[in-house]
Each structure stands twice: as structure tokens, then as C-alpha cells.
């Protein structure tokens, strides 16, 4: 049955129809009110000017529906999307300076759409075929020490609380993530013995895995090495010799290994990094942490496949602090106390939070759930 995204439903009270041109005046009595828009991203909606740009926008072809209520027979609300398939990567607001979640620039035409020239929208993929190998789905978890963390959250609430009734019973999750093992250690030959090798010879054994059974890598991706002289970070994007094009480089050389550590491996999640805007140190603060998922997102543009491995992302953990009254598409912002004293690495709640988006990420393929 095919899809239609604008229908027309009614029921005794409510009515759900697209919307129209004519509507704005209903739609303005209801909107003008400064408090419904409070904690939204887009605070100045309430004001005739802007609210009429977005409804010109919305009626004239992104997903709008509006609910009109039968009785009265007057409009009491609006839901829309911009579909992000116009052929652009762009979304269509503002450029902007300064961090705003990678995830949320479809939100709306006064939400950014860029920032310093790079759109704000993950890159998507068509889903990887992912098969059982006699009847195991392996996930190994690769990257440093906030992974590891977070890799041992999600697999204790993967066993605990997931298990038995929401994943496939074919997925098993080994964690081979490492402190103080960041992306460059992992494409270092010298640190082949401890990480790789590890991996293979005893973390998959006591998991009951096999390396063919390796079918998923999750990998964090960060750069360890993130100052340069005197400890001053790494120059920002766009600046030569910036942290960003430090990624870009590491993550390519990271997926030629793959194959040859992981040769059934063929799906590769990458995820970058959290919140770094309570980091006392300055490598791990912002917008370094922030630009991280930049890179990355350019980086799955330029390389849908490496070696026939699928590459796309994992949950998108970068959002604001809370304090900012700002949140990422999943609706997440990170409190001081998601955090250890350091700043940089997760508390238990923290690390609770990432393991849900870790989650809710492979939910939405086909080889993870029940």
C-alpha cells in the first residue's frame, strides 16, 4: 500500500488535513501567544513576520498537516517536516558560528542550516545487510576510555533489561574498547598487540564469539592527540592544520584496517564525540568536540563504503548543556553531572544516556531487533 504523508482523517472532535495558505490567520490566533514557543528552538515564532515565512514554506510543499477542530470548525494547530530529499545537502536555514546539533537543522527554516559553511544534517544511508553466522550477530565495541564506559553500560542494560524481550537473541556484544586508546592508537602498528590482537585472542573467546561472527563494529571515533604546542588546541574549521581535517585523515586510515583485523565485519556505526563544554582540558573542550562530528559527517559523505564495508552513523551524541535551554534531535542535553569531576569522561548517568542512544540507534535496523 503506498505512503500517503498528507492525509485527510477525521474523528467525532478532530479533523487531520494538510495545510493551506488560508489557514494562516487560525493558525496565528493560536500561535501568537510568547510562551508557547519558550523552549522552543525557534523563540520568536509567536511574531507574525516569522511565524508567515515558515507557514509559506509549509504550505507550499514540506510535510504539513494541520488539526482542526470539527465542532468549531477552526484550526487549533500544525505539525511539520522539511523533507530533506530536495536533492541539496543543505537544509534551508541560516549559516551560523556558533555549535548547534548536527541532527536538528531539518527542524525548520529558522533553525540553522549550516555552520561555518558545513550543513547540519547527518549524512543517511540505506540500511547494511547484516546475517547471522551460525546463528551469532557479533558487535564489538572499538575506541578509548569514554567508549569503554559506555560500551560496559550499554551491555550491562543490554543483559539486564533488553535482552530477553527487545534484541535478537543472535546479537552478542563484546566490548574491546580501551582507555587511553584513541583513534591514532588503533591505526598505530605499534599498538596492534594491545588493542587488535587483544581483541581477537581473548575478549571474543570469553564472549563465545568467533572472529567470523564479527559482523558490526560500534567505534566511538575521537582523536587523542587534539593540542599542539604549549597545550593550545588544535586550530578550529576552517584553519590549516585544524583537528578536523587531523579526523578526516585518521578515520580513512582506520577503515583500511578493518578488513584485515575484521574480514567478516560489514557494517561499521562510527559515533563522535559528547558534550566537551565542561572539559577542564582544553583538547577535549569546545567546539573541537563539537567539529569532531563535522568531520565525521563529511568524511560518511565522501565514503558510503570502504573495501565493501558499509560505514554510517552510530547515535549522534553531541548536544548542548542544558543550561543552554537547547537539545539534539534525540531531545538530549547534558548536564555537569552526566559528567566525572574531569569533565571529560561520563558519570553513571551520563554513561546511561549514551547507552540508551546507543540503543535506540540499532533499534531502527533490521538485525537488532526481536
Request: proline share 9%; net charge negative; charged share 25%.
Amino acid at each position: 500500500m503506498p505512503f500517503d504523508p498528507q492525509p485527510v482523517l477525521k474523528g467525532q472532535l478532530v479533523e487531520l488535513r494538510p495545510l493551506r495558505a488560508a489557514d494562516f490567520s487560525d493558525l496565528f490566533a493560536v500561535a501568537a501567544d510568547p510562551l508557547i514557543w519558550k523552549q522552543h528552538p525557534v523563540e520568536d515564532r509567536y511574531k507574525e513576520e516569522v511565524l508567515s515565512h515558515q507557514h509559506t514554506g509549509d504550505a507550499r510543499g514540506s510535510l504539513s498537516l494541520g488539526f482542526v477542530f470539527a465542532v468549531g470548525v477552526f484550526l487549533i494547530g500544525c505539525e511539520s517536516s522539511i523533507s530533506p530529499d530536495d536533492g541539496s545537502p543543505f537544509p534551508p536555514g541560516p549559516d551560523v558560528l556558533e555549535p548547534f546539533p548536527l541532527d536538528r537543522g531539518d527542524d525548520g527554516a529558522h533553525t540553522p542550516g549550516s555552520y561555518k559553511g558545513l550543513p547540519l544534517r547527518l549524512v543517511a544511508r540505506d540500511e547494511p545487510s547484516v546475517t547471522p553466522v551460525d546463528g551469532i550477530i557479533g558487535v564489538v565495541c572499538i575506541g578509548m576510555s569514554n567508549a569503554a564506559q559506555e560500551c560496559q553500560a550499554y551491555k550491562a542494560l543490554l543483559d539486564a533489561d533488553w535482552a530477553d524481550e527487545v534484541v535478537s537473541p543472535a546479537v552478542r556484544v563484546v566490548n574491546c574498547a580501551r582507555g587511553g586508546h584513541a583513534i591514532e592508537r588503533w591505526i598505530d602498528p605499534d599498538f596492534d598487540g594491545v588493542l587488535w590482537e587483544t581483541c581477537l585472542e581473548a575478549r571474543l573467546p570469553a564472549a563465545g564469539v568467533r572472529p567470523d561472527q564479527v559482523r558490526v563494529l560500534y567505534h566511538k571515533a575521537a582523536n587523542q592527540f587534539t593540542t599542539g604546542p604549549g597545550g593550545a588546541p588544535l586550530p578550529t574549521y576552517p584553519d590549516a592544520g585544524s583537528d578536523f581535517d587531523a579526523f578526516r585523515e585518521h578515520l580513512s586510515d582506520f577503515a583500511r584496517r578493518v578488513p584485515d583485523w575484521f574480514p567478516s565485519v560489514v557494517a561499521v556505526y562510527t559515533a563522535s564525540r559528547s558534550f566537551g563544554g565542561f572539559a577542564g582540558n582544553p583538547g577535549r573542550g569546545e567546539p573541537l568536540s563539537y567539529e569532531e562530528g563535522h568531520a565525521l559527517n563529511r568524511w560518511l559523505a565522501d565514503n558510503p563504503e570502504v573495501e565493501g564495508v558499509w560505514y554510517g552513523w552510530g547515535p549522534y551524541l553531541w548536544a548542548p548543556s542544558c543550561d543552554s535551554g537547547g537539545f539534539n534531535g534525540s531531545g538530549l542535553c547534558y548536564e555537569e553531572e552526566d559528567y566525572l569531576d574531569d569533565g571529560v569522561h561520563p558519570s553513571e548517568a551520563g554513561r546511561a544516556k549514551i547507552a540508551g542512544l546507543i540503543h535506540a540507534r540499532f533499534l531502527r535496523e533490521p538485525w537488532y531487533p526481536r
